[in-house]
């Protein structure tokens, strides 16, 4: 099933690289326009989010729809993993705000050993 949105986490990653990546899989970004500490863009007409340092040293990308060319999470991280070849976390599934903490805490981290499952506390 398709996720509403997609939303990964990037480790030492440039906003310059993503943006060239997204340009390529997803069409032209906008200017990327500052709110607070966040940069906003339109990537091929789909809304995207940055958040540099969301957790500690990760950066956080959200595309905010159901159209982008990933079905999960997990598809793009892939993705984004090949082409920018830097750390990549995502959650294994869609997360609901009223499951468990504990649940929450488990994702999954792509790198250049593979891909595994960790828990990783954001809080």
Known sequence: MRQPDIEIYLKDASLEAVGDWLAQRLGACTAWQSRGQTQQC???GIPVVWLPRAVGKWHSLLLESDTTPWID??????????????EIRCAPGGW?????DEKGDHW???????????LWRTD
């Open 42 to 44: 339109r990537a091929g």
């Open 73 to 86: 999470d997990l598809a793009c991280a892939r993705d984004a993993h090949a082409a920018l070849g830097v």
């Open 96 to 100: 609901q705000e009223e499951e468990s």
């Open 108 to 118: 999954l981290s792509i790198d250049a050993e593979g891909e595994r499952e960790i």
